[in-house]
């Protein structure tokens, strides 16, 4: 079983950032391709960014383009989320999940690919 432990989370400014962080124990990490996908409240849960094994190929969600960046360091067993330029609608409990996948070049988007899931952190963005 693999164990997820989302933190970073907080109370930022509009326009201001933060970094999450996902540790993840108890199988290899670099065996998953990695994501993080947020929910607000009143709304369903929606991809955010997602991340290879490798670390070589990611993916976005449109409305983060340019302004998240997802990356691993697989030493360390984390996935990282770098948030900047944040906004209201940015408000919402971010939850990284782990995909066993067999390709290290191939990142996912899709919820239902991914078979561990963190407890969520939350992220309020004030206006």
């Known amino acids: 079983q693999l164990q997820l432990v989302e933190s970073g989370g907080g109370l930022v400014q509009a326009g201001g950032s933060l970094r999450l962080s996902c540790a993840a124990s108890g199988r290899t990490f670099s065996s998953y391709a990695m994501g993080w996908f947020r929910q607000a409240p009143g709304k369903e849960l929606e991809f955010v960014a997602a991340?290879?094994?490798?670390?070589?190929?990611?993916y976005y969600a449109n409305f983060v383009k340019g302004r998240f960046t997802i990356s691993r360091d697989n030493a360390k067993n984390t996935v990282y989320m770098q948030m900047n330029s944040l906004k209201a609608e940015d408000t919402a409990v971010y939850y990284c999940?782990?995909?066993?996948?067999?390709?290290?070049?191939?990142?996912?988007?899709?919820?239902?690919?991914?078979?561990?899931w963190g407890q969520g952190t939350q992220v309020t963005v004030s206006s």
């Open positions: 991340i290879s094994r490798s670390g070589v190929i990611t």
């Open positions: 999940a782990a995909a066993t996948l067999r390709s290290t070049v191939v990142a996912e988007t899709t919820q239902s690919t991914y078979d561990y």
